[in-house]
């Protein structure tokens, strides 16, 4: 492991609520919660203050708005939150050739590849410098860490949120991670955590006290191996410039073709099995589980389920894999098995993030859907007006979409440079008011980019 704290991680704080506020003026200092407000819509970014009520990010909407009624509710704008990324991720590409992001708003920077740290002090002096750049290009605060270690330095920049920077000195690691929850080590999943937390262990000190035979027995030579080293600070995985992995999985093909569908079972049920391995070693998990049979006759199927979260339960894989098998005929005999997870996520932002976009799709029009009658039908034209979209208006100018149901929508005028606007409220069919595109957030020599 490097001597020196050069590996970054950079965080945005609460990316997608700081955004709508510094877009809104009005929910400046003010609960806000973006998410999927469908019904099955699940909480993406939280403000804040909106945090202060209990509410969290992956929350069920509906548990988010008894917590905080009051709070505003917004639809994501991807677009709008994609925009802002390219500019953080522009400045990081500056310090260095090595950037790897994890999501829209968090990324590795591995400082000393391009030169831009070597020690404790030129590495604080970049991070601080990164703060002021990202704060002056895109008016918004980002965490820091600053470590040897990619771990380290993610743990590091949790501590620093919000808008602060956190050095992990190397050689203090081991002390520092020690008392921490084991979750908090890369690997450690829901199923994982479980499994460690039956066993009496709940600490990453506890899984370095247990020991790295034991922590094979109960895990499996790849991730026992690969958590017993974390627990003991050592994380040598370098920052890649791409994510290499969109998917894990293996497969076996057969000598001889497999006709007995118990066998073709256990075959796909032994396959579950490694491809978690896999999964786990390298410090993932995911959402889709994929089924690859090539049958005798070399036609070659493939099916897929995607889950409601990501997994790295091997009962869980198995029993997808399984399913999906139900629905394949293998009469004639199969000459190769394989068994997948794809849709990644080492860290939960990327799988929120896709959660709250498949629902924005189906999310509805209301921002209180209990003023919405249950019957009402969906008329095309309200679903432009979704809570948070901006808008302008012919006499008003530009302003965004407070709220809209029962043929009307609620609109405040305001824009990122202006003091807090008003509300007026129109018919959803109004000819003067049109869906518009997000206006910078920060005007002069850096917004023309
Ligand atoms: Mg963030």
């Given at each position: 492991m ?16 700081s ?11 003010k ?22 009520f ?5 929350m ?5 708005r ?6 505003a509710?917004?639809?994501?704008r ?11 991720m522009?400045?990081?590409r ?100 479980d ?11 506890e ?17 026992g ?34 006709h ?13 099995d ?11 998990s ?11 006759d ?8 995607t889950l409601r ?36 996520a080492?860290?939960t ?15 509805g ?22 809570s ?17 149901g ?15 606007g ?21 005007r ?6």
């Open positions: 490097r001597s020196a704290p050069t590996i970054l991680h950079l965080d945005m704080d609460a990316f997608f609520a955004a709508e506020q510094a877009s809104k003026p009005s929910l400046r200092g609960a806000v919660i973006v998410g999927g407000l469908g019904p099955r819509g699940v909480v993406a970014t939280c403000s804040y203050e909106a945090r202060v209990g509410v969290h990010s992956a069920p909407m509906a548990q988010a008894r917590l905080a009624p009051n709070a509710y917004l639809v994501p991807f677009a709008f939150y994609r925009a802002i990324s390219e500019q953080v522009g400045l990081l500056e310090l260095s050739p090595l950037v790897e992001p994890l999501s829209l708003d968090e990324a590795f920077v591995d400082l000393e590849a391009g030169g831009a740290a070597w020690d404790d002090a030129s590495a604080r002096l970049a991070g601080a410098k990164l703060r002021a750049d990202i704060r002056a290009v895109t008016g918004l605060t980002g965490s820091v860490g600053l470590a040897a270690s990619k771990m380290l330095a993610k743990i590091a920049s949790e501590q620093a949120k919000p808008d602060g920077l956190v050095v992990i000195e190397p050689g203090t690691e081991r002390a520092l991670l020690g008392p921490m929850p084991v979750r908090t080590l890369p690997g450690v999943g829901p199923a994982t955590g499994h460690l937390r039956r066993v009496g262990i709940h600490t990453v000190e899984i370095a006290e247990a020991g790295e035979d034991e922590l094979v027995r109960l895990l499996g030579k790849a991730h191996h690969a958590l017993y080293a974390m627990a003991l600070a050592h994380d040598e995985r370098p920052v890649v410039a791409e994510r290499e992995t969109k998917s894990v999985s293996v497969e076996d093909t057969y000598d001889i073709d497999i007995d569908r118990v066998r073709v079972g256990m075959e796909v049920q032994r396959l579950a490694r491809c978690v391995r896999r999964l786990r070693s390298a410090g993932l995911g959402r889709t589980i994929v089924l690859k049979v090539r049958r005798y070399f036609s070659t199927l493939t099916r897929s389920e979260g990501p997994t790295d339960d091997p009962a869980v894989v198995r029993e997808a894999a399984a399913r999906l098998l139900d629905s394949v005929d293998t009469t004639g005999g199969v000459r190769l098995l394989g068994v997948g997870v794809s849709g990644l080492d860290y932002q990327e799988d929120l993030f896709a959660q709250a976009a498949g629902e924005q799709e189906d999310s029009v209301a921002e209180d859907a209990d003023d919405v009658p249950a019957e009402a039908p969906v008329v095309p034209v309200e679903r432009r007006w979704a948070g979209l901006d808008v302008t208006h012919a006499e008003f100018g530009h302003g965004w979409v407070q709220g809209s029962v043929g009307r929508v609620t609109v405040r005028f305001e824009t990122p440079d202006s003091e807090p008003r509300v007026r409220t129109f018919r959803v069919d109004d000819p003067e008011l049109e869906p518009a595109e997000p206006l910078p957030l920060v002069g020599p850096f917004a023309e980019a």
